[in-house]
């Protein structure tokens, strides 16, 4: 069992920057592959960024390519999603995922454990 915390999200100009934070609980975090969602109110939740159980490997929506980064510190049980160069269609609730594989998933389905979900607001 896993219990996600999501914080740092907010409302920012377009342009700015935000670090999302999601701290886990449990001592296996660390068997743990992690992903970033964001869901518009109607729309599908929709994939942002994953990362291996180590952290080497990451992958990033097209949408946010080259502006959001995912990493993790397996010492201090978090994912952190840092996204730069923010756009008004970036506005969205951001959720934290889990899922007990070495590797991450692109797919809803493939995540067993979220957390609340942090809102990201970004003003034009």
């Known amino acids: 069992q896993v219990q996600l915390i999501e914080s740092g999200g907010g409302l920012v100009q377009a342009g700015g920057s935000l670090r999302l934070s999601c701290a886990a609980s449990g001592r296996t975090f660390s068997s743990y592959a992690m992903a970033w969602f964001r869901q518009v109110l109607g729309k599908e939740r929709e994939f942002v960024s994953g990362?291996?159980?180590?952290?080497?490997?990451?992958n990033t929506a097209d949408s946010v390519n080259g502006r959001f980064a995912i990493s993790r510190d397996n010492a201090k049980n978090t994912v952190y999603l840092q996204m730069n160069n923010l756009k008004p269609e970036d506005t969205a609730v951001y959720y934290c995922a889990a899922r007990l594989d070495r590797d991450y998933s692109d797919l809803r389905s493939g995540y067993r454990y979220w957390g609340q979900g942090t809102q990201v607001t970004v003003s034009s």
């Open positions: 990362i291996s159980y180590t952290g080497v490997r990451t």
